[in-house]
């Protein structure tokens, strides 16, 4: 293995970068000249969070009609830095996903769904629970930085391990959604 694979497979949790929003707007500037059919581009995940500890890499959702029509625009991803992924998420083959990756680390993953799929609302949910929980938020923050002590040379291992906590706080969130909307 070279260093450039070995590093981009370390999981690192670092602390809230307030840049991360920045980053992101930037990136979804460009998302949206080379995806101007997307729906919605989106920052999910844990850098989407203000405070909360994350891997340092901006996840963003583009919602589309048509997920083959983001593939006949991967010339375009390409030429952003983007890599498609395919099978990443064998379970949904409707799920695309690409990755930056700059000097041997992922800068930002890119899922591409289609406006029916559940997948989106469930990222919006749990991203406006941890944004409206900071209890939650911070357990989760510890749950993965322990995983990440744990797993930090195998990241099969952190991702394979994550949904255990992820599944258990999106249960919470549904629960406070349904109670937020009888407000």
Known sequence: MDDSTATARTVEVVAYDPAWPKQFAVEQSLLAQALPDALAIEHI????????????????LVVVADVNLVLDRTAALTRLGYEHRPGS??????????RKVENGKRTHHLHVLEAGSPVPEQYRLFRDFLIADGEAAARYGRAKQDLARRYATERARYVAEKPQVVDALIAQARRWRTATQRD
Do not use: Y
């Open 89 to 98: 998420f064998a379970e949904d083959p409707e799920h695309l996903f690409f």
């Open 45 to 60: 995940g844990s850098t989407s969070v203000p405070g909360l500890c994350a891997k340092p890499t901006i996840d963003v």
